[in-house]
């Protein structure tokens, strides 16, 4: 049975990562509602058999909230994950604490959608003394198989998982950059579209997630040589600001953890290294930081 | 409420740190070097300069609100760059017959000395004092040679020079070389009885005495400070040392080797298993944290091939 249930969870992550929004195609829109709506069915049955799942759907849901009230959009989707949602925050809360900075983060643009109002007054109750989401922002709750590294992996579809691999492991910096256009071209990426939004979690996973090549290559490529060219790519303002948070989100938040040096590096190389040729972005880097860490 | 029990840091209460002193807190951590030449960036928006400047100078000027516990574990688990201010005397100390040993493989090396080192001002210093303080300089040269190059932007025209990778080969060549008497010396473990026997040869090979005090002997200990040394002052220049150590490893077994042993030591003194015969000696390695060096030493062997976790 344990095992059929790791199956089980293993498909659900699987669908999971290939789920994200798209300008056209209207399939793929049927496809996202069908496996919500299979999910809303089975949610008693995923809770109690196989309970470590409900956290990536969980993430998925709010990242995907989050996404479309943007638009404010109130779509029968959007309400079939509200009520996805507000299940598993009762049933399995302290599991879904395990997505840490994460949740936080993501719960930053939920403040527009009223009927989660609940879980951002409980994000700020006090717990031994400490609010709860300060807790959460120093990943206190994480475990080896869940922890925000890990499921950070839901929000990028494999193709981008796989390609990214590739770019950082064999490609060279001087043809990383048609790399990433394809494979951006591949996951239906377009500018200026609602696909952009991907990019948003690519950031994050990029800087959480992957690490620089150890290969010794002299023309590796390095996380911020990606960042440099995601972020060029990006041409909607929404999403530039929000791809401009994931960026500095650990700076704001750092909680004095030698191992966070990994978070800011890439981004401040970015910066570092992009002030001759793109002066432009390091100032909208540096100007942007400033700013958020004012307000 | 359930905390994770991998949480390691279960002294940490949280912080009320607004934003902006995250911010420069994180500036705190990177080169000094880096920030500075941003600011010397004449392109750069004038109004960007001067918050840039504030920032700075405010953690020049120590703004920092060290009595905080988040500050003292930043201080505790690294990166602070006046942690190891007038810590590790004994790299100011060595017998003059050592340095004079290693000004004599110098020597030797002569013409075969790479170019890129040869180039560098802290050479000339070295080669007339062969000392491992100079030596430590020469080094940090060395690795802020090989960061430059990591650092071309996104059209670097490098391809006719220099490459990272070639730097970190030709650099730990040299140091190999440079203590070819010191990697040669036999060491029997074939009468040795018991770990403490071990213990004792291992450190006899890296320390002297002088009334009481121990002098630096040999290479091993000298590169195991200097990583935890970098990995607390200066990141980008330890991931370059990072990757030196794990030739280093990989050509001479025996450095590897005595890494284990430092390590062993260290965890003996920790669970307070020590002999007494040991215990002054180990007291040089209680400067470091056992966790953070056996990181260090981990992420030296992930680079080797073929070792595997």
């Known amino acids: ?295 | 409420m359930r905390k994770s029990k991998y949480y390691d840091n279960s002294s940490y209460e949280g912080t009320d740190d607004s934003a902006e002193q995250n911010v420069v807190k994180v500036f705190n951590l990177f080169n000094r070097k880096q920030l500075d030449n941003l600011l010397g960036c004449e392109d750069l928006d004038a109004h960007l300069r001067n918050r840039l400047q504030t920032l700075i100078n405010n953690t020049k000027l120590g703004d920092l609100n060290i009595n905080s516990k988040e500050d003292k574990m930043t201080i505790e688990q690294g990166y602070h760059p006046d942690m190891f201010q007038g810590d590790f005397r004994i790299f100011e100390k060595e017998k003059p017959f050592r340095i004079n040993q290693r000004g004599i493989e110098l020597e030797k090396l002569g013409d075969s000395v790479p170019i890129f080192i040869r180039e560098l001002n802290s050479f000339n210093t070295f080669s007339s004092e062969a000392s491992i303080k100079n030596f430590s300089m020469l080094l940090n040269d060395i690795f802020q040679k090989g960061v430059t190059l990591a650092n071309q932007t996104y059209s670097p025209t490098m391809i006719d020079q220099l490459s990272q990778d070639q730097i970190i080969q030709d650099s730990a060549k040299f140091v190999l070389l440079l203590s070819e008497d010191f990697l040669k010396q036999p060491i029997l473990f074939a009468d040795c009885k018991s770990f403490d026997q071990i213990f004792s040869k291992i450190l006899a090979r890296n320390f002297d005495y002088e009334n009481e005090y121990p002098l630096l002997m040999g290479l091993s200990y000298f590169l195991f400070v200097k990583l935890s040394k970098l990995f607390s002052e200066n990141l980008n220049l330890y991931y370059i040392m990072e990757k030196m150590m794990a030739i280093i490893f990989d050509q001479a077994p025996i450095v590897h080797f005595e890494f284990v042993i430092f390590l062993s030591l260290m965890k003996f003194y920790e669970e307070g298993t020590l002999t007494n015969k040991h215990k002054g000696i180990v007291n040089i390695l209680s400067d470091l944290k056992l966790e953070r060096m056996s990181e260090i030493f981990y992420r030296c062997c992930s680079h080797i091939v073929g070792v595997s976790q």
Not at chain 1, 43 to 58: G, Q, R, T, W
Not at chain 1, 227 to 236: N, Q
């Open chain 1, 1 to 295: 049975m344990d095992v059929c249930m790791d199956k089980l969870e293993g498909i659900i992550v699987y669908f999971l990562r290939n789920i994200y929004l798209t300008e056209k195609s209207s399939d793929n829109y049927l496809f996202i509602e069908m496996f919500f709506d299979v999910i809303s069915k089975k949610k008693s049955l995923i809770s109690e058999k196989c309970p470590d799942a409900l956290v990536p759907i969980f993430f998925k849901c709010i990242r995907l909230i989050s996404i479309t009230s943007i638009f404010r959009e109130t779509s029968d989707l959007q309400l079939q994950l509200l009520e996805i949602v507000k299940f598993i925050w009762i049933n399995q809360k302290e599991k879904i604490f395990s997505l840490g900075r994460e949740l936080v983060r993501a719960c930053q643009e939920l403040f527009k959608v009223p009927e989660l109002n609940f879980m951002i007054e409980e994000l700020n109750c006090e717990y031994d003394g400490i609010k709860l989401y300060k807790k959460l922002l120093n990943n206190e709750y994480s475990e080896p198989k869940l922890n925000p590294q890990n499921l950070i992996l839901v929000q990028i579809p494999p193709l981008l998982d796989q390609y990214s691999n590739y770019i950082l492991n064999s490609a060279s910096k001087f043809n990383f950059n048609r790399h990433l256009v394809w494979m951006m071209k591949r996951v239906g990426l377009e500018k200026n579209t609602i696909t952009e939004s991907i990019l948003i979690d690519y950031i994050r996973y990029i800087l959480i997630k992957m690490d620089d090549s150890t290969n010794g290559e002299p023309d590796k490529v390095y996380r911020w040589h990606i960042l440099g060219c995601v972020f060029k790519h990006l041409k909607s303002e929404i999403y530039r600001t929000l791809a401009k948070q994931a960026l500095f989100f650990d700076w704001l938040n750092y909680s004095g953890c030698s191992r966070e040096y990994k978070y800011f590096e890439p981004t401040w190389l970015t910066i570092l290294n992009s002030i001759n040729k793109y002066r432009e972005m390091s100032e909208e880097l540096l100007d942007f930081l400033f700013l958020y860490a004012k307000e």
